[in-house]
């Protein structure tokens, strides 16, 4: 059984993709998996400040930061054997949480790329399935690079216009539990 850990970007502690992420942890959690959810809204977080200390050693994980990215989250990625990123759609694009999230992996960018994390992406938005899609891919060039393998479950679009909607959706609880149970090897 794999490790799963579920990266929340979305700004609202209770909102649509918050809540779909949890409902995957929880659904793993009591099949006995192993699964954590980290809201990155709940987080210290800081933007990368571009000072590449990173690219100097290598991205094996020199960061001139010392946030909650040091301290909670590299460790938590760097023990995990599956990575599902959730975010809503902003733009066509991930939200900020997410994207300073990818941002400050770079110092570990080798590290993440030897590790071939398995992978899924849950977006959720008000707009239409292409705004969603478009998301989707931004997130998957980022995934790309750090060597990441999507899961054929992946990925897992939601239209959700008011807070509350995902919990309506019986179709996207079903997908997500599928999900988390395709990257965690729970049948």
């Given at each position: 059984?794999?490790?799963?850990?579920?990266?929340?970007?979305?700004?609202?502690v209770?909102?649509n993709?918050?809540f779909?992420l949890r409902?995957?942890?929880?659904?793993l959690v009591?099949?006995?998996?192993d699964?954590?959810?980290?809201?990155?809204?709940?987080l210290?977080?800081?933007?990368c400040?571009?000072?590449l200390i990173?690219e100097?050693?290598d991205?094996?994980?020199?960061?001139?930061?010392?946030?909650?990215?040091?301290?909670t989250?590299?460790?938590?990625l760097?023990?995990?054997?599956?990575?599902?990123?959730?975010?809503?759609?902003?733009?066509?694009l991930?939200?900020?949480q997410?994207k300073?999230f990818?941002?400050?992996?770079n110092?570990?960018?080798s590290?993440l790329t030897?590790?071939?994390l398995?992978l899924g992406?849950?977006?959720t938005?008000?707009s239409?399935?292409?705004?969603?899609?478009?998301?989707?891919?931004a997130?998957?060039n980022?995934?790309r690079?750090?060597h990441?393998?999507?899961?054929?479950k992946?990925?897992?679009?939601v239209?959700a216009?008011?807070?509350g909607?995902?919990?309506?959706?019986?179709?996207a609880?079903?997908?997500?539990k599928?999900?988390?149970?395709?990257?965690a090897?729970i049948?």
């Amino acid at each position: 059984m794999k490790k799963v850990l579920a990266v929340c970007g979305s700004p609202r502690v209770s909102g649509n993709t918050a809540f779909l992420l949890r409902t995957m942890v929880e659904d793993l959690v009591a099949a006995g998996g192993d699964a954590k959810f980290l809201m990155l809204s709940n987080l210290s977080i800081e933007d990368c400040n571009g000072c590449l200390i990173c690219e100097e050693t290598d991205c094996t994980g020199d960061c001139s930061i010392n946030d909650d990215m040091q301290k909670t989250v590299i460790p938590e990625l760097l023990s995990t054997d599956a990575l599902i990123l959730g975010t809503p759609s902003y733009f066509d694009l991930p939200s900020a949480q997410l994207k300073r999230f990818m941002d400050r992996t770079n110092m570990i960018l080798s590290k993440l790329t030897n590790k071939s994390l398995a992978l899924g992406i849950v977006v959720t938005g008000q707009s239409e399935i292409p705004s969603l899609k478009a998301t989707c891919e931004a997130v998957r060039n980022y995934c790309r690079i750090c060597h990441m393998k999507e899961s054929r479950k992946s990925p897992i679009l939601v239209i959700a216009r008011d807070v509350g909607d995902a919990s309506k959706n019986l179709e996207a609880i079903k997908s997500v539990k599928a999900l988390g149970r395709n990257l965690a090897g729970i049948k």
